[in-house]
């Protein structure tokens, strides 16, 4: 089937399921599991280049790290599942089985990762920066919360994930800290 074929069979395929309730395939698990685990991936890489020289007047760039992951996604993720079961829709049991199993893979260091990221991301935004995208969103209450949690989170890593994994995180720390109080004193 042709590339434009596929396209106008899924969106014909959309517009009948808006109405439906959607059904999990393993194609479409996998694919989100792989997604989010090459997402984490690409935004720790990001976020220690951003860190190791690509600063913009000494604030780190949320958007980077956007584009980042943006240029670097390639593949479906879907390649776990075989050819057998796609398109298969599951029953609840199987589909449990297999978020267990995805589950699995993940390791408490990944999401603790993630988790560094969001937070990261959240208090630049909340510190309203970059000024010409982020200002709207300023609130230095909320900014201090997300430093604050990062800053509980590393201190909870600490000895328990590799230093390397934990350096960028520190530079960022620091650096919120340091605009934070920048833009208080304002």
Same mark, same amino acid.
């Not at 997402?39 to 780190?60: R, T």
């Not at 992951?69 to 390649?79: D, F, Q, V």
């Not at 699995?104 to 309203?128: F, H, N, P, R, W």
């Given at each position: 089937?042709?590339?434009?074929?596929?396209?106008?069979?899924?969106?014909?395929?959309?517009?009948?399921?808006?109405?439906?309730?959607?059904?999990?395939?393993?194609?479409?698990?996998?694919?989100?599991?792989?997604?989010?685990?090459?997402?984490?991936?690409?935004?720790? =890489?990001?976020?220690?280049?951003?860190?190791?020289?690509?600063?913009?007047?000494?604030?780190?760039?949320?958007?980077? &790290? =956007?584009?980042?992951?943006?240029?670097?996604?390639?593949?479906?993720?879907?390649?776990?599942?075989?050819?057998?079961?796609?398109?298969?829709?599951?029953?609840?049991?199987?589909?449990?089985?297999?978020?267990?199993?995805?589950?699995?893979?993940?390791?408490?260091?990944?999401?603790?990762?993630?988790?560094?990221?969001?937070?990261?991301?959240?208090?630049?935004?909340?510190?309203?920066?970059?000024?010409?995208?982020? &200002?709207?969103?300023?609130?230095?209450?909320?900014?201090?919360?997300?430093?604050?949690?990062?800053?509980?989170?590393?201190?909870?890593?600490?000895?328990?994930?590799?230093?390397?994994?934990?350096?960028?995180?520190?530079?960022?720390?620091?650096?919120?800290?340091?605009?934070?109080?920048? &833009?208080?004193?304002?």
């Amino acid at each position: 089937m042709s590339e434009d074929k596929r396209e106008s069979a899924k969106k014909s395929a959309s517009k009948k399921a808006v109405a439906e309730k959607p059904k999990m395939t393993k194609k479409s698990a996998a694919k989100r599991d792989s997604s989010k685990t090459k997402k984490i991936k690409l935004e720790e =890489k990001a976020e220690k280049e951003s860190l190791e020289g690509k600063k913009e007047s000494g604030k780190a760039a949320p958007e980077q &790290l =956007k584009e980042k992951m943006e240029e670097e996604k390639t593949g479906t993720g879907a390649e776990e599942v075989s050819e057998a079961t796609e398109g298969k829709e599951l029953s609840d049991e199987e589909m449990r089985k297999f978020i267990e199993e995805q589950l699995e893979k993940i390791t408490v260091q990944d999401m603790v990762g993630q988790m560094m990221i969001s937070l990261a991301s959240v208090g630049y935004q909340k510190l309203g920066l970059p000024e010409s995208v982020n &200002l709207k969103y300023r609130d230095f209450s909320q900014a201090s919360l997300a430093i604050d949690s990062l800053q509980a989170l590393i201190r909870a890593a600490e000895g328990k994930m590799e230093e390397s994994r934990l350096a960028p995180f520190r530079g960022t720390l620091a650096n919120l800290q340091m605009n934070f109080v920048k &833009l208080k004193r304002g």
